[in-house]
């Protein structure tokens, strides 16, 4: 790779300022009753990004905000050059109110009410729309980019007892090979912090971000215990992977951060205000994790995995790295990167974290990644309270 191409990408350039990897229509249910017409687009329109779910309604007031705020994250992604919302009409995610957010970030953005003429005729319509959007699209050009315009997402999922000896410690150099070149580096899943928050907090650029960390971590702990009874949960998974605590899963998972001092602590779905790394305080859960950082802002996420997952994220590329070669060699068309390679004595932590660096600013120039390749679009919004 160029000296060139290790310091910049070719993206595309956004009126408010940031710089997409991609260049997506997305087409937006706000509520789960919507999710019909938006399929409908969808398969009319090949070339959107469809986002459908089962939340938006039958929450608190707390979760509608933060659903609301989830899915005009979504939209204001980096990544996505315009978008259709569709709604039903009645949700306490209010179409018009996501749409609004969306406008502020100056992206072409329409929304449609299902209750307002039926699922067909909006359907009808939003094909138009979409068709529209498309060809609109395809005008945009792109620009040379430094790699401070970036915000990486870190997540693990399917881990192993040796998640926390290759891939992890190499994504950790990737992120600080990423944090040296000026870009954002989110650090998520809160639930795998338990045991490690001393740590992470020990690395707070400020004594206030170290508050938070603390802070979101104990959060955690309580609901843990009133979910499972214990705050020291294990995923089945993980038990068969080898992991045998909580705190062993968190040292490992804090790896991917790297070295680099925390210089904030976020909210789910909130975007970064600091260059550097940062903590976002996501669910355990993947799916839910990996929203919450591309809601962020992320236009890229690195996964590492030990047991395997085929997860990704609609309209934001994701990087898979294994840490075994027997996972590589069961699920390499759904892995990227095969740290397993430092298990093996073939490659040094630095030589697979140098590997990692080079696939993101590669995935940034337009390469594609084997989730986006494979059609993997998982999406979930994280829900602090029950249902009613």
């Known amino acids: 790779m160029t000296e060139r191409g290790q310091t910049a990408f070719d993206g595309y350039p956004r009126s408010n300022g940031s710089v997409g990897v991609r260049n997506h229509v997305l087409v937006l249910s706000t509520v789960g009753c919507a999710n019909g017409a938006v399929t409908r687009i969808a398969r009319e329109v090949p070339g959107v990004v469809p986002i459908t779910h089962s939340g938006g309604c039958g929450t608190g007031m707390l979760d509608a905000r933060l659903a609301v705020r989830t899915l005009a994250g979504m939209g204001t992604n980096p990544n996505v050059h315009s978008v259709l919302v569709i709604g039903l009409g009645c949700e306490a995610a209010m179409p018009a109110l996501v749409a609004m957010m969306i406008a502020e970030s100056g992206k072409p953005v329409e929304h449609l009410i299902v209750q307002e003429r039926g699922v067909a005729a909006t359907a009808a319509m939003g094909v138009e729309i979409a068709r529209g959007m498309l060809e609109e699209s395809a005008r945009a050009e792109k620009a040379e980019a430094g790699l401070s315009s970036l915000v990486v997402g870190l997540e693990c999922g399917g881990s192993d007892a040796f998640s926390g000896v290759s891939a992890n410690p190499a994504v950790g150099v990737a992120a600080d090979m990423l944090v040296e070149h000026g870009a954002t580096v989110i650090l998520s899943e809160t639930t795998e912090m338990i045991g490690a928050d001393h740590i992470l907090a020990g690395r707070a650029k400020t004594p206030q971000v170290a508050d938070d960390v603390l802070r979101i971590v104990k959060q955690t702990e309580v609901v843990a215990r009133q979910l499972f009874g214990d705050e020291r949960i294990l995923a089945p998974g993980n038990i068969e992977g080898g992991l045998t605590t909580i ?26 205000t600091q260059k550097g790394l940062v903590v976002m305080d996501t669910p355990g859960y993947d799916i839910e994790s990996d929203t919450g950082m591309a809601a962020g802002g992320a236009q890229i996420i690195v996964f590492t995995t030990g047991r395997g997952t085929p997860a990704g994220c609609p309209g934001v590329p994701v990087i898979k790295v294994v840490s075994n070669s027997a996972t590589f060699g069961r699920m390499g068309d759904d892995i990227d990167i095969n740290a397993g390679r430092i298990l093996d004595g073939d490659a040094s932590v630095e030589e697979v974290g140098r590997e990692i660096f080079r696939c993101v600013v590669e995935t940034a120039n337009g390469a594609e990644t084997k989730a986006e390749r494979n059609g993997e679009c998982q999406f979930g919004i994280m829900k602090r309270f029950q249902s009613f």
């Open 247 to 272: 705190e062993e899963k968190s040292l490992g998972c804090i790896c991917k951060g790297g070295s680099s001092p925390i210089n904030e602590v976020i909210d789910y779905a909130e975007q970064p």
